[in-house]
């Protein structure tokens, strides 16, 4: 089983919400100590960055948006929870794809794809 368990896909219609988790498979896994990304994977495109947030280590956190999402999507975390929230708002069919979580000490290393921990992803279809 992958590291990361993504949850709370499904089938919306154009306006809808979701809200999609991220945690360790293993409930032990300390995703509080992590930068977590959310990435999006279009059918038949590359996989690309949504949304990032950094871990709580300097005692603020310091989030990312795509120009794509801003706006629309909130990124949260609940390290008493050792989860990882992907709030969607608005959703457009442009949103419909495979939505991957990653983790890693570094925010920069989240954000250029190359984490260390991911998740086997969650399906996000918008339609009518």
């Known amino acids: 089983q992958a590291p990361l368990v993504e949850s709370g896909g499904g089938l919306v219609q154009p306006g809808g919400s979701l809200r999609l988790s991220c945690a360790g498979s293993d409930s032990g896994f300390p995703l509080g100590r992590y930068a977590v990304g959310w990435f999006h994977q279009a059918p038949g495109k590359e996989r690309a960055g949504v949304s990032f947030?950094?871990?709580?280590?300097?005692?603020?956190?310091?989030?990312f948006y795509s120009d794509s999402v801003k706006g629309r999507f909130t990124i949260s975390r609940d390290d008493a929870k050792k989860t990882v929230y992907l709030q969607m708002n608005e959703l457009e069919p442009e949103d419909t794809g495979v939505y991957y979580c990653?983790?890693?000490?570094?925010?920069?290393?989240?954000?250029?794809?190359?984490?260390?921990?991911w998740g086997q992803g969650t399906q996000v279809t918008v339609s009518s």
């Open positions: 947030i950094d871990n709580s280590a300097w005692g603020t956190v310091t989030t």
């Open positions: 990653a983790a890693d000490l570094r925010v920069s290393t989240v954000r250029a794809g190359r984490a260390v921990y």
